[in-house]
């Protein structure tokens, strides 16, 4: 067994991704936001759990590698007067829920690294 | 291109400048309130902000990097008629009727667009703060 592997296994390949897609979907809610008075503006929505969850199926750590996730327009919800849909509440519960999705990712990942220093040491 | 640290912050950026931008639109309408004229076209029209998103077309593969923000698309003039307001002593009235052509320019109204601004400058700056947080989270993984 390599000492890459101890660190840089599959489980770390699939934290990593979702870091870094979560980081994406902040940037999403980002521009959902700055443009909350855009007349015409349509929702974006970042979509990749569906895709994700195929690519682990499969087992292929390569594509999962360069899977960045789908920019989707989202048009589900009623539009105002002016065609706008975002609703400024929906945007900050995402955010919130993002953000505490990172965190639990970063724990995660820094749960890792003390199992494995401990039985290092 | 720079590192980007911070998740979201250029998009948060131009969504800040593009509400002072309406802010200052808002208080220019407010300090033309007694803008008065003689008439319909020599007097002060409300102007209204009109934004619009941002797509960049970045030769990347990473479909968040085209998300660009918004931007100040125009700024458009309300085009409802003034208010005809009796003032003879007024050294632009009309000479035979009296009458002056007032702004259309109601407080209320900027009142209620100064209000949107501020609320949606705070809901920016939230998304600033909590892109920090991630950022904070990043840096401190290790310990």
């Given at each position: 067994m390599h000492l890459e592997s101890l660190v840089f296994d599959e489980t770390s390949v699939i934290n990593s991704k979702l870091m870094e897609l979560s980081q994406a979907k902040q940037k999403t809610i980002a521009n959902n936001m700055?443009?909350?008075?855009?007349p015409g503006y349509i929702r974006r929505e970042l979509d990749f759990q569906k895709q994700m969850k195929q690519i682990i199926g499969e087992g292929d750590m390569n594509r999962l590698q360069d899977f960045k996730g789908n920019l989707v327009k989202d048009?589900?919800?009623?539009?105002?007067?002016?065609?706008n849909n975002v609703v400024l509440p929906q945007e900050m519960n995402n955010m919130m829920e993002n953000g505490v999705f990172y965190n639990l990712l970063a724990k995660a990942?820094?749960?890792?690294?003390s199992i494995i220093k401990s039985a290092i040491r | 291109?720079?590192?980007?640290?911070?998740?979201?912050?250029?998009?948060?950026?131009?969504?800040?400048?593009a509400e002072r931008?309406?802010?200052?639109?808002v208080a220019n309408n407010l300090a033309n309130v007694n803008s008065a004229g003689s008439n319909e076209d020599d007097v002060f029209k409300r102007k209204i902000a009109v934004f619009d998103s941002v797509f960049k077309d970045e030769v990347n593969d990473n479909p968040a990097s085209e998300l660009g923000g918004v931007k100040l698309k125009e700024i458009a003039t309300d085009e409802r008629g003034g208010v005809e307001v009796y003032a003879?002593?007024?050294?632009?009235?009309?000479?035979?009727?009296?009458?002056?052509?007032?702004?259309?320019?109601?407080p209320i109204e900027e009142m209620l667009d100064m209000i949107?601004?501020?609320?949606?400058?705070?809901?920016?700056?939230?998304i600033m703060q909590e892109g920090k947080k991630m950022a904070e989270k990043t840096i401190t993984m290790f310990k």
């Open positions: 700055a443009n909350a008075d855009t048009d589900s919800g009623p539009a105002k007067l002016d065609g990942f820094s749960t890792r690294m | 291109m720079s590192i980007d640290l911070i998740p979201g912050s250029k998009i948060s950026s131009t969504a800040l400048r931008m309406r802010m200052e639109i003879p002593y007024h050294p632009k009235a009309n000479k035979e009727t009296g009458m002056i052509m007032m702004p259309n320019i109601s949107t601004a501020t609320r949606a400058y705070e809901a920016n700056l939230s």
